[in-house]
Each structure stands twice: as C-alpha cells, then as structure tokens.
C-alpha cells in the first residue's frame, strides 16, 4: 500500500531523479522501482506524479533522457566517466533547485501584493507559528 510522502521522502526522491542516467530510459515504473529499492518506499506512480516538486523535474530529466543523442565514449577510464555522470548530474541539481527557487521567489511576490493590498503588518507576517500542544 502506498504511503504518504514525507517532504524528507520528496527530496529523497527527487535526488533520485537528479542523479538519474542518461543512458537509463526514464519511465514512471522505474522511478516507482527505484524509490522502492533504493528508499525502501512502496509508493505508486499516481502517488509521485502529484507531488509537484517530483512531477517537475521527472519531466525535466525525461526531456533530458530523451533527448540524449550523445553516444558514451568507450575509450574512456571508468573514473572519468563516473565523473562525468557526477558533473552530469549536480548540473540537473544545480538547474533544478535555481527553477524552484525562482518559483518560489514568484510565490513571496504575490504574498507580498496580498500582504500589502490586505494592509496585513511585518509583525504579522513574522510571528511565530504556533506551537503544538500535546
């Protein structure tokens, strides 16, 4: 059964999905697969494909894996190719994590105009949240 994701468990996988081969096809069963075996994570795909941080870069690394036309060089040193793959892989990070930010940026803004339009205070804004009581 599948279970609830954990933003631990979303960033986990989305790790999975920046550090996925380009020369490995990229499809929603073998996410599934991979988050089971590599996190222990019985899930569905329904499950991931809503988690909009998962949807995101699974159809940016999916339009990177698709679009791969570049042959491996076998004449390479594994060491060298697994660098490669590593480079490879912080870029799709590195991209990834600079489009959320700019989302989230995006996000601060229209809360900012609404903060502002509602006559809604700094202090307001910036007291804390509640604390659980047990």
Sequence with gaps: MAKHLTDDDIEKIVDILD??????????DRLVDSVQHGLGIETTRQTLSKQ????????AVKAIVSGNTKPVDKTLPSSLKIAAQRIEALERKVERLERENHELLEQFHVWLYNADRLKITIEQLNSPLPRKTH
Excluded: A, G, H
């Design 52 to 59: 909009k941080r998962i949807k995101d870069t699974f159809k």
């Design 19 to 28: 550090n996925w081969s380009v020369e490995t096809k990229l499809t929603w």
